[in-house]
T-cell receptor
Framework: AQTVTQSQPEMSVQEAETVTLSCTYDTSENNYYLFWYKQPPSRQMILVIRQEAYKQQNATENRFSVNFQKAAKSFSLKISDSQLGDTAMYFCAFMKHRSSGGSNYKLTFGKGTLLTVNP | DGGITQSPKYLFRKEGQNVTLSCEQNLNHDAMYWYRQDPGQGLRLIYYSQIVNDFQKGDIAEGYSVSREKKESFPLTVTSAQKNPTAFYLC??????????????FGQGTRLTVV
């Protein structure tokens, strides 16, 4: 069974600064997807960034980038030039890749990190 | 517009009653999921379904039931056996892991309160 761990329940950062959110996971699969989702106060879940495990290059989306360390099973999210609108809960999530075969493609989430961006 | 719709947004249940939360998607996704969200607990998986007429229990299935008679629909019933049903419920759908378009899309959630 896959597990996802986010060890930072809360974090804060000053506007325009950089912050890194941590995520570790445990799996026996070789190929899988990792995601970061954002949940603002509206509670609507929004995809921030995704990474396929077989791709060594770290994914980037504008101010958001990841540091994917497959051997260490680590998937951290870096937010550069933090903005007030980045204030939200951030969830790390795991899904195995279809190439892994079998069944059980459930999407597993960590407990989340509440990020507050201060003006 | 393509998307995933949950209804109602707010739901009140009396003790001992069953209630059904609706989830509909028009994204042609094979997989659908139900999550429960409580403060400090993240998103916990209740049930998921990868194809029509098939579904699997998640981590906290006790007191819940689902059906998947149509690809577009995945309703969740909270039964009287669920002792602490007050929570925020999220439904999601996704392609089953076929490429870089893989992501889960979420509904806006249903807030269930026992009165």
């Amino acid at each position: 069974a896959q597990t996802v761990t986010q060890s930072q329940p809360e974090m804060s950062v000053q506007e325009a600064e950089t912050v890194t959110l941590s995520c570790t996971y445990d799996t026996s699969e070789n190929n899988y997807y990792l995601f970061w989702y954002k949940q603002p106060p509206s509670r609507q879940m929004i995809l921030v960034i995704r990474q396929e495990a077989y791709k060594q290059q770290n994914a980037t989306e504008n101010r958001f980038s990841v540091n994917f360390q497959k051997a260490a099973k680590s998937f951290s999210l870096k937010i550069s030039d933090s903005q007030l609108g980045d204030t939200a809960m951030y969830f790390c999530a795991f899904m195995k890749h279809r190439s892994s075969g079998g069944s059980n493609y459930k999407l597993t989430f960590g407990k989340g990190t509440l990020l507050t961006v201060n003006p | 517009d393509g998307g995933i719709t949950q209804s109602p947004k707010y739901l009140f249940r009396k003790e001992g009653q069953n209630v059904t939360l609706s989830c509909e998607q028009n994204l042609n996704h094979d997989a659908m999921y139900w999550y429960r969200q409580d403060p400090g607990q993240g998103l916990r998986l209740i049930y998921y379904s990868q194809i029509v007429n098939d579904f699997q229990k998640g981590d906290i299935a006790e007191g819940y039931s689902v059906s998947r008679e149509k690809k577009e629909s995945f309703p969740l019933t909270v039964t009287s056996a669920q002792k602490n049903p007050t929570a925020f419920y999220l439904c999601a759908s996704s392609i089953v892991g076929t490429g870089m378009n893989t992501e889960a899309f979420f509904g806006q959630g249903t807030r269930l309160t026992v009165v």
